[in-house]
């Protein structure tokens, strides 16, 4: 697999975090070192971060690739046990650590 992202990019940084929790290899590819032009044939929308997973599969938007992630690789788990805790913590992480720890 190859991320598609750049340094400081926040939703590029969640789907590292992702990555790295899953364990899963991947090929970092800086896209400001790439040439001009390069990456609008990678992801036309321009956005950051994409995923290759060769053969021509690409994946935008940080949601969807977590997603992918989570269905192609579920173990561990991103989100928590608990349906309410874990798509709430999904949506809104910062909001009632308190309430939803796991
Ligand atoms: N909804 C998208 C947002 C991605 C996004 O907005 N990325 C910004 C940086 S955080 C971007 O690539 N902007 C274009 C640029 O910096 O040239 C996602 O979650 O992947």
Same mark, same amino acid.
């Given at each position: 697999?190859?991320?598609y992202?750049y340094?400081?990019? *926040?939703a590029?940084?969640?789907?590292? $975090?992702? /990555? !790295?929790?899953?364990?899963?290899?991947?090929?970092?590819? *800086?896209?400001?070192?790439?040439?001009?032009?390069a990456?609008?044939? $990678?992801?036309p929308q321009? /956005?950051?971060p994409?995923?290759?997973?060769?053969? !021509?599969? $690409?994946?935008?938007?940080?949601?969807? $690739?977590?997603?992918?992630?989570?269905?192609?690789?579920?173990?561990?788990?991103?989100?928590?046990?608990?349906?309410?805790?874990g798509?709430r913590?999904a949506?809104?992480?910062c *909001?009632?650590?308190?309430?939803?720890?796991?």
């Amino acid at each position: 697999m190859k991320l598609y992202t750049y340094q400081r990019n *926040s939703a590029g940084e969640r789907v590292r $975090i992702a /990555l !790295g929790l899953k364990g899963l290899a991947y090929e970092y590819v *800086s896209v400001p070192a790439m040439p001009e032009g390069a990456y609008d044939r $990678i992801n036309p929308q321009g /956005l950051m971060p994409a995923l290759d997973l060769g053969e !021509g599969q $690409i994946i935008a938007q940080s949601g969807a $690739i977590l997603a992918f992630l989570e269905e192609t690789f579920p173990d561990p788990p991103l989100l928590s046990p608990d349906p309410f805790c874990g798509r709430r913590r999904a949506a809104s992480p910062c *909001s009632s650590p308190r309430r939803c720890t796991r």
